[in-house]
């Protein structure tokens, strides 16, 4: 099975997380750039944690933690 390294998973989700935070920044009185270097943040978190027999997609998940932190 081929492995993604970080770097390759950060560049095929970077769009979602930053229109994922400008929608935050947006609904809350928060920074753009803090909600994203939160983000990145929780992005490194995802990526120990995530496991492939869950049945979500990785993208799915991240949002999903994005939202809830």
Not at 10 to 30: D, M, N
Not at 34 to 63: H, I
Request: overall charge negative; aromatic content about 10%.
């Amino acid at each position: 099975m081929d492995q993604q390294t970080t770097e390759d998973k950060y560049k095929s989700v970077e769009r979602l997380i930053r229109k994922t935070c400008a929608e935050f920044a947006v609904q809350h009185p928060i920074d753009l750039e803090d909600c994203l270097s939160e983000a990145n943040e929780v992005f490194l978190k995802v990526c120990d944690d995530y496991r492939t027999d869950k049945g979500a997609k990785f993208s799915t998940y991240l949002v999903r933690v994005l939202k809830f932190r």
